[in-house]
């Protein structure tokens, strides 16, 4: 583990509020426990459970969204964050992250961005270059600190309706000269359908925007053709996929993002065993190793490249 800690690594498949630290949902459900908005101790049973099913993972999220989901909070999390990915040597990070609108607090899709790039440049551990044009870092002259890439992809809810899906790729063509690179299309796979989406998923792509898609998480071989025909330009965890659409997926070369512990956790593979990234890898098939939600699902990305090493060495 010592080595896969200390090689620099890529983490392009991580949601910012699934990985936040146990101690700081910790500390935010004690605050709004004190302010009666919460029980404190109903929280902490569930953020301690090891039940992580996909089915309870939703619900989770929600809870989790009503701890962190104010400005400042969201300005909080995002530094400690990208810091904890520092600390373990990840040089090239891509957040992603759903822009939530709660007109009760006066948060609007682009103020939650902004609270997250203020967690950005909060950042003091390393150096962050957030820019595509590398014109855009938290550095001093002469700075001797470690540099790390950060960009970010913007999520698409499947609760949402078009016209949200909408406005967040327009929010991320806003956001461009900041760091933001594309878009995801995330949240539980059997809520909403893919035609809800396509336009706003469309348009991101004509106007140049990278789209990566939550694909394959459970058996809707329907959906995944039509995922997989869409070409995007990458897809998280191809799970569920049948003969036919592993062919396919294989033949137009869509790189995977792998999320072991997080497909064991939620039992959407039984055992790594049979992880299909054993044979991804074995065929070349493009792939990247990435956390997913390392504080929900308790893991780090050295954890998932030791984890990868000992699966692909078993055969
Ligand atoms: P956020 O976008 O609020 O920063 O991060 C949490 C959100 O990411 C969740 O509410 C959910 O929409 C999405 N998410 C996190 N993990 C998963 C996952 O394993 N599968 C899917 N489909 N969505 C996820």
């Known amino acids: 583990l010592e080595w896969c ?12 509020n699934g990985s936040v630290r146990n101690s700081t949902l910790f500390e935010l459900a004690r605050v709004l426990g004190d302010k009666g908005v919460i029980v404190f101790s109903d929280v902490e049973n569930v953020i301690m459970k090891d039940d992580r099913t ?13 701890l962190t989901t104010d400005h400042s909070t969201v300005t909080r999390i995002t530094k400690e964050v990208i810091e904890d990915f520092a600390a373990e040597n990840v040089v090239y990070l891509e957040l992603r992250t759903t822009p939530k609108r709660n007109d009760s607090i006066g948060m609007s899709k682009r103020s939650y961005m902004d609270a997250v790039m203020e967690g ?8 962050v270059d957030y ?3 590398g014109l855009k870092t938290n550095t001093f002259n002469g700075s001797t600190r470690k540099k790390m890439y950060v960009r970010f992809l913007l999520s698409i809810d499947r609760r949402e309706s078009t016209e949200a899906a909408m406005e967040t790729v327009k929010l991320a063509l ?7 690179v594309g878009i995801d299309l995330s949240g539980n796979p059997i809520v909403g359908n893919w035609s809800t989406f ?3 998923l469309k348009f991101a792509k004509e106007q ?18 039509a995922m997989i025909d869409f070409l995007p330009h990458r897809i998280g965890h191809a799970c569920c996929f049948d003969e036919e659409n592993w062919r396919k997926l294989k033949s137009a070369k869509i790189p995977v993002e792998i999320c072991l512990t997080s497909n064991i956790r939620t039992e959407t593979i039984s055992s790594i065993d049979i992880h299909h990234f054993v044979d991804l890898y074995k065929a070349k098939h493009p792939l990247v190793l990435c ?16 984890l990868a090493s000992s699966s692909s060495r078993k055969d």
């Open 5 to 16: 800690v200390s090689v620099p690594k890529v983490e392009l498949h991580a949601h910012l």
């Open 54 to 66: 996909l089915h309870k993972v939703f619900k989770l999220f929600d809870l989790i969204h009503i």
């Open 120 to 127: 950005l440049r909060a950042v003091s551990s390393v150096d």
């Open 131 to 133: 820019s595509p044009a």
């Open 174 to 180: 806003e956001m461009r000269d900041l760091g933001v």
């Open 198 to 200: 396509l336009p706003a």
């Open 208 to 225: 140049g925007l990278y789209i990566t898609l939550h694909c394959g998480e459970v058996p809707n071989q329907e959906e995944i053709k």
């Open 291 to 306: 956390t997913d939600d390392s504080g929900v699902f308790s893991t780090s990305l050295s954890r998932e490249y030791n």
